[in-house]
């Protein structure tokens, strides 16, 4: 397959119809899709490496070895967080073909309705549920779909989920069924090939299939510095350039430049080719091509914190840190007779949970800072339109206001020879924002990401009564019967103050990074129009996850990818 690549000399110099910076999730999918056009030529300059046939990667708890290692992992850190304590959080984005798709967890979730039908609402006509839904199906490859994504139960999953659920389900929070609501509790499926309980990801789906067509040019280890721009009152994009093994390199366009490089560096080349908000470009000494404020604003991201569990021995309770070690290996086959490949840790169990079902005194306290909130933001005139949508979710009892993760990932779990289950809560439709700006005009330096985390009060009180629910959901049989102590935060943590301290003390991330270079209108805050070209330019689209511009409750992968197959071009 290696050889199947393009040389620097296949590509530095040279015209295609399309350039696609970044072979990642969507930048794999679209060039698969435009070369299905046999007189259509693409080029995909992806800055990290191929990985093909990694272990690290099919593997799918192989992301425990790929975190924050720099072959694979961009390994951003964001800036202190002022109302965490100052913590800085690690920004994890994948790099190499497949991109996050090759790092990710695997959970593949369909999109609420309301959060797709939201886009339409920030005034992008065309963009609704409907529409997304039909490529939803027909990228899945399942029972009912014949696309190109196998979508199915992992065989290993780690004994905690079912038990989990049925607590879940005694505190009233039902068993997902019904089709217009991702509320309730799931088994997750994942992004899994079926017979070989192997990942798959945006390279063994869309790239391999597609490797051998000419008209397919992918070149890894090209990373881009800039868009080339010819200057006037709209942009045309020329081309772009590229580091190749520490040299500069030109490459030519003759159609479009799809920029997929994700939601920190789409933004960062954007500002480094000289479209972005004149006052930073100017005092960086980068050439003002296009005044586009809103590039690398809007960044949203789901935080959370997680409740870390030792359980009882004698349940089989199978953890990372136990399916790993050989030890338990007789056992694994005697409960996953049917299990293929090699054993491998998975997500299963998630929870999705509206503020509704959240005892009565504790609605009226999220809402009470919810008005509070509104009233602040009015009278500063910072309410914008994306917080009238996320005001509406959390008025809406069919979408989720948090997710409850069962995971049997616990790094340095203490006592190699237990179980250990993190139940990770994730705030699910953040109100606060930040942004994500070059802090220099080399394009080596990382951006500075700034999320914002709790600058809304919201979403602090949120996360604590989601965390006091799971911990009550944890009391309740059958979970409580598997467990034998709580280890993070622990069983002295209990009051609000102390909950808050907590949370801001340990807070993580999903990685569903978005809005970054928002589709919207320009007037409200968009960098991209409804067909995701860069206002002002002739020739410039982005597809990836930055044009996101809400956060999505549900995990982004299939979102993303529908939206790949969907946009016209
Ligand atoms: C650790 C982790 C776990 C996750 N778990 C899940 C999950 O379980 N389920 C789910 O649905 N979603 C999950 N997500 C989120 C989901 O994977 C991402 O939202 C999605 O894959 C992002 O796709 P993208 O195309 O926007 O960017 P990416 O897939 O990140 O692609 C961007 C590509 O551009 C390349 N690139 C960047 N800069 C340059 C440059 N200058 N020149 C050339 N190339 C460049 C990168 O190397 C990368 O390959 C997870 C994400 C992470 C990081």
Redesign the pocket.
């Known amino acids: 397959m290696q050889n199947r690549l393009a040389t620097i000399g296949d590509v530095a110099g040279k015209h295609f119809d399309f350039v696609v ?7 794999l999918t679209l060039a698969s899709r435009l070369t299905e056009n046999p007189r259509v030529s693409v080029v995909v ?4 490496d191929a990985h093909f046939e990694d272990s690290k990667i099919l593997t799918p708890d192989g ?1 425990m070895r ?2 924050r290692q720099p072959e694979y ?2 390994a951003f850190w964001t800036v202190p967080q002022k109302h965490s304590g100052d913590k800085v959080i690690s920004w ?18 369909t999109p609420q309705r309301e959060d797709i039908d939201g886009f339409e609402k920030l005034g992008n006509t065309g963009w609704k549920w409907e529409m997304l839904a039909t490529y939803m199906k027909k990228i899945e490859r399942s029972p009912s779909g014949l696309g190109l994504i196998p979508v199915g139960y992992a065989h290993t999953p780690s004994g905690a989920e079912l038990p989990f659920q049925q607590s879940m389900n005694a505190n009233g929070i039902p068993i997902a069924s019904v089709d217009d609501t991702t509320c309730g509790s799931w088994m997750s499926p ?2 899994i090939e079926p017979e070989t309980g192997c990942r798959v990801d ?1 390279t063994t789906a869309y790239l391999l299939p597609a490797l051998q067509r000419p008209n397919l040019h992918v070149l890894t280890g ?4 800039k868009l080339l721009t010819s200057d006037g009152t709209r942009l045309t994009a020329m081309g772009a350039e ?1 580091v190749y093994n520490s040299l500069l390199h030109n490459v030519y366009v003759d159609k479009e430049i799809i920029l ?7 933004p ?2 954007l500002e480094l080719s000289g479209i972005g908000n004149c006052k930073l470009l100017r005092s960086l000494g980068i050439p003002v091509k296009m005044d586009l404020p809103a590039v690398g604003g809007s960044l949203r991201d789901k935080v959370t914190v997680s409740i870390v569990l030792e359980m009882k021995e004698g349940h089989d309770i199978f953890s990372f840190n136990l399916m790993a070690n050989p030890e338990f290996h007789s056992r694994l086959n005697e409960v996953y007779p049917n299990a293929t490949g090699k054993f491998s840790s998975v ?1 299963s169990g998630m929870t999705f949970i509206p503020t509704q079902a959240l005892p009565e005194g504790t609605q009226a306290s999220i809402f009470s800072t919810a008005e509070t909130f509104v009233q602040n933001a009015k009278q500063h005139g910072l309410y914008t339109k994306v917080h009238e949508l996320l005001m509406d979710h959390l008025g809406n009892s069919k979408v989720p206001d948090f997710e409850v993760i069962v995971t049997p990932f616990v790094p340095g779990a203490p006592n190699p020879k237990k179980a250990y289950i993190a139940l990770v809560i994730c705030l699910s439709h953040p109100f606060s924002s930040g942004d994500t700006h070059i802090q220099s005009a080399d ?1 080596q330096i990382a951006p500075l990401i700034d999320p914002c985390v709790f600058e809304c009060a919201i979403d602090l009180n949120i996360l604590v009564e989601a965390f006091k629910f799971t911990r009550k959901v944890i009391q309740t049989a059958p979970f409580c019967d598997l467990v034998s102590k709580e280890i993070r935060p622990g069983p002295e943590v209990q009051s609000d103050n102390e909950i808050k301290a907590a949370i801001q003390g340990n807070i993580a991330t ?5 809005g970054t270079v928002s589709m919207m209108p320009k007037e409200i805050g968009g960098v991209v129009d409804t067909k995701l070209k860069v206002y002002g330019t002739t020739n410039v689209r982005v ?4 044009i996101v511009p809400l956060p999505i409750g ?7 990818i529908s939206i ?1 197959h969907w946009y016209e071009l």
């Not at 090209?222 to 510095?225: D, E, G, L, Q």
Request: proline share 1%; net charge neutral.
């Open positions: 910076i970044g072979g990642g999730t969507a930048g300059l992806e800055a990290g992301f790929q975190l992992d961009w994890s984005r994948g790099k190499g073909l497949g991109g996050s798709s090759a790092m990710n967890f695997l959970m593949w979730t994942s992004s945006a090209a990373y881009v510095t590229f997929s490089a994700g939601a920190v560096k789409s960062q080349i997500v394009p999903i990685w569903h990074s978005s597809v990836d996850m930055s549900t995990h982004t992968q299939c979102m993303l790949s």
